[in-house]
């Protein structure tokens, strides 16, 4: 294998699924393509060990608009020509490592998601897991979450209207934050993923391109913690007060009818 093992460590792919890659491209990878499947078949976007038990839930129904895992969020006909959108995605170990910048992306990339659908976000909400409160460090991890949840929320000005938290010694220093947005639009509004048309334009908006995030999808998701401080660079840094711009500049954008598709590019988007 000529790809060291401490590389594969860095971007959270095993012997065995590299070996995938090579026989399912007849070649070694390059770098940026093992970049590519590092991110995509991370826990944190491929869903590795969780999805076997979500294929076990519904996903279909009469009032159904979206099939799952084919767009950014699940979207429901609620009558009246709307429907409500919604997506609840977990960002537990950017939070163990960075609480509050963890928590804060974690709901910014939530509200990307029903964004990318044509809808517009209209509430928050939250599921938090966290170890004994008697413990400083957990105390810091839970006062971090909340406050990267409050701050990121009030600046785009989408409220957080419900949530649940319970302690148990299982998650200290490893807490589980779920985030989910709910948004609202006409039917006829609902945007797609898919773009499918030859010559289309493609235009990238949104935040300017740092060394923060680098691989945040990858590494994050199925590393521990010993290292803390050199896996803070990993999590990405929220700007809120851009994303709201950038809300109301898709919605807009979709409102004259030239968009074709819209794609939300996270953590491997």
């Known amino acids: 294998m000529p790809v060291s093992r401490e590389t594969l460590d860095e971007i959270a792919l ?16 390059t770098p940026v393509e093992l970049g590519m499947f590092g ?12 999805r076997p038990l979500l294929r076990m839930l519904p996903s279909r129904s009469s009032r159904t608009l979206s099939q799952a895992g084919a767009e950014n969020a ?56 966290f170890g004994p409160p008697d413990s400083v460090a957990n105390r810091r991890l839970l006062r971090g979450v909340v406050d990267g949840i409050g701050w990121y929320g009030n600046c785009i000005g989408v409220p957080d209207v419900a949530g649940e938290i319970y302690f148990d010694p299982s998650y200290s ?26 010559g289309d334009v493609l235009l990238l908006v949104g935040a300017g391109t740092g060394r923060d995030g680098i691989h945040g999808a990858s590494g994050l998701a199925s590393r ?46």
């Open 224 to 269: 521990t913690f010993e290292e803390e401080q050199e896996l803070r660079p990993t999590v990405q840094v929220g700007n809120p007060f851009l994303e709201k711009v950038l809300i109301e500049a898709c919605l807009e954008a979709l409102g004259t009818g030239k968009v074709h598709a819209l794609q939300d590019l996270g953590a491997a988007g």
């Open 39 to 50: 991110a995509l078949w991370s826990e944190h976007c491929g869903y590795k060990h969780s």
């Open 173 to 198: 220093l490893n807490p589980l934050v779920n985030a989910m947005c709910v948004g609202i639009a006409r039917i006829d509004d609902l945007a797609s993923a898919a773009a499918d048309r030859a």
């Open 74 to 129: 699940g979207a429901i006909d609620i009558g009246d020509g709307l429907a409500v959108v919604f997506k609840v995605e977990s960002h537990n170990h950017p939070s163990a490592v960075e609480p509050l910048q963890g928590a804060a992306t974690g709901v910014g990339g939530i509200v990307r998601d029903i964004l990318a659908m044509g809808a517009r976000p209209i509430a928050l909400l939250n599921s938090l897991r």
């Open 14 to 29: 095993s012997p065995a699924e590299y070996e995938m890659i090579v026989d399912g491209l007849d070649r070694e990878p």
